[in-house]
């Protein structure tokens, strides 16, 4: 394990573990159990996608009897649990009563996780298992919030995490993350799992507010494959413990500090994107509204033709532009200006709807570099939006062309 | 030349043949002429993106003014004409111009499509000197329409062509075309060009009508990539030359044939998607209307992680269903039904939202099988629909990756 992944940890009040139970077939970390010493406000922004897996509906369904007094959270790789009908949500249920019962805390307490291949019943005997090593055989388990973001991982190259320390409300305050997903991301939402702790004190109500601010900033922002999952959640715990009180008054500040740790795992997932081998980012400015703003980088952003040709280097910008055009925002060719880069690296390829005289030389190298800053203005407005993606490789194809066999 | 490309004929009254001018990097034929004896009537379905090349909205005007005098279309791949602004314009001028004074006909009477990168000027003195050689110097053309259908193509592994022959209104009818496309292929349209050809005698309203009727069942039902180029054209020429009217009593059977022949060229267009080995055919039955059988086939066939399980032969069928799920109609995952194969081969996958026990052995071979049929029944009601894409390999990032350089 990394220094950085060896030294993260969650905000005060929360301690994690993991262990390896069998779910994932090479027999790595697979289990994570995030607890609080004290109950905690909680607050979650689940997937779109109609087929909701069971855990996404079990944990909605306890959000909303129980919002102030979550205690942990259990979360399995390896096996998704949708498509599972009701025998996925009896082992939901089972799952949660179970480490309820070890930690000594009501049913209600624990939110459970799962991600990995859909259709396929959980082994319940492997994660009851699981659940016995994380509560009651330490030497069976790894200690610290590192080795649970490495036992939350499918197809991740590498663990997400964030710890952000940020003044609020005249006191200090902890957000810190971690998350996964690497294939099947799209907004809303991503192939994804993320869990957000803080130490500030804070109405499940308010951090609810705060929570949905953050994830349109953030992980509603970033593509992979344009696939949406069954699975994606992101949960938010707050402790109290740091007694830094967060109300009306602060709730801006608090959702601006969530929103940067949110950013700060969103680009994660996406420089990590299946394949993938650098970030890219598309900046859309110059637009009539913030919806067509979102409409025109989303578009870029899912585009395979864009994502490959940044991949090979390849300066071919009349995707960029091709990509805004259907697009299905009213743009105008004749206004759209387009560069790579920024600052005294910034390169102009299109102004007026026209090809520039460019370095395409130079053009290409800004598309090898990480991240990649693209800038598409479509010259109607004053609304921009950023969303983040991935260049698109021959690994994607490798990684899904064999993902159950 | 294959024997079945050299003995391929548009229909009677057509004739075509190619040229190499340089537009193609590899020397290449990339020159095309297809011309009529008589003038035409003539209808043309356009991309929907709304960056359009200078072609596209150059044959729109065509279209609109001399709907029943066409007698040629010039076609260059190589170069697209798109993002070029009124040089690009003047350039369809020009080139309709010397194509429309070498024939002896009206400038008006010349129909102009390009196809290739986006964002470069064309090489006006190459296609130019190209220009001469098919109209003048028969030595330097290669003859046929199996020349012209090769001409045209940029990416694709293999030309497309289609000749049908039907029984109309007491007569008979050739129905004949061409066209090319294999990256940027979307609904709607692909990128694409297609020329189709009859004899029949046909008023431009009605072809226009029989047209939209037959590319809405054909090309856009096809989806390799999710792209939409700036190029895509459909057009269709009628040169009478049969003899057999088709008036407002015969309109619904010529449509018919005529969906029968696009359909058969939009198949090879999905089935040559750039990369792909196989094409997939997508059925949705049980939708509530044709257009949730519409959201939810589009979004299964262009799910990348749905193409690339097909490709590595995986019976990962979570990856259709939860396609369906994020595709935005208002299925419900309870009702849902999965088969992949047909008739005797066929094998239940999923009932009720459920996993059946199914063979995956056998249903990963009918993933390997050309074509794919894969039947997703959302138990909702009596409408239903098949669109074609194709599976997804590592070669449509390598073929991507350096399109331009």
């Not at 900033?217 to 494959?225: G, L, T």
């Not at 601006?256 to 598309?282: F, M, N």
């Not at 759209?336 to 390829?349: D, E, K, M, N, T």
Request: aromatic content about 4%.
């Amino acid at each position: 394990m990394s220094d950085e992944l060896a030294s993260f940890t969650l905000a005060p009040g929360f301690a994690a573990l993991a262990t390896a139970c069998g779910l994932k077939k090479n027999g790595a970390l697979d289990l994570a159990l995030v607890t609080s010493a004290t109950p905690c406000s909680a607050a979650g922004v689940f997937t779109t996608n109609r087929v909701k897996a069971a855990p996404v509906l079990y944990d909605q369904a306890v959000l909303q009897r129980n919002p102030a007094g979550i205690r942990a959270v259990i979360v399995n790789a390896g096996n998704a649990n949708a498509c599972t009908g009701p025998r996925g949500m009896d082992d939901c249920r089972a799952t949660a009563a179970l480490t309820a019962e070890r930690l000594g805390c009501d049913s209600d307490a624990v939110l459970v996780l799962s991600t990995g291949v859909i259709g396929r019943q959980l082994d319940m005997a492997r994660l009851s298992a699981g659940v016995l090593a994380l509560t009651t055989t330490p030497s069976a388990a790894q200690p610290g919030a590192g080795a649970a973001a490495r036992a939350i991982m499918t197809t991740d190259t590498r663990p997400k995490v964030v710890n952000h320390q940020v003044a609020l409300a005249g006191g200090q305050v902890t957000i810190a993350g971690m998350c996964k997903g690497a294939g099947m991301i799209h907004p809303t939402m991503a192939t994804m799992l993320a869990i957000v702790t803080t130490d500030a004190v804070i109405a499940p109500a308010l951090l609810d507010r705060a929570l949905r601010h953050a994830a349109d900033r953030s992980f509603n922002r970033i593509s992979v494959d344009g696939d949406t999952s069954t699975n994606d959640t992101l949960l938010l715990l707050a402790s109290g413990s740091s007694g830094v009180v967060i109300g009306d008054a602060e709730l801006a500040a608090f959702s601006e500090a969530l929103s940067t740790t949110c950013i700060a795992l969103a680009q994660q997932v996406a420089r990590d994107g299946e394949g993938a081998t650098r970030l890219i980012e598309v900046r859309v400015t110059g637009a009539a509204d913030a919806a067509e703003a979102h409409q025109v980088a989303n578009a870029i952003a899912r585009s395979p033709l864009f994502k490959t040709a940044v991949h090979g280097g390849d300066p071919n910008w009349g995707r960029v532009l091709c990509a805004a055009g259907y697009s299905g925002a009213e743009i105008d060719p004749a206004t759209l200006a387009l560069s790579f880069g920024v600052g005294a690296h910034q390169i102009a390829l299109v102004a007026g709807g026209l090809p520039l005289e460019a370095d395409l030389a130079a053009a290409s190298r800004l598309l090898r570099q990480d991240p990649v800053i693209v800038t598409l203005d479509l010259g109607r407005g004053g609304a921009a939006t950023t969303v983040w993606t991935c260049d698109f490789s021959k690994e994607y194809v490798e990684i899904n062309a064999h993902y159950t066999t």
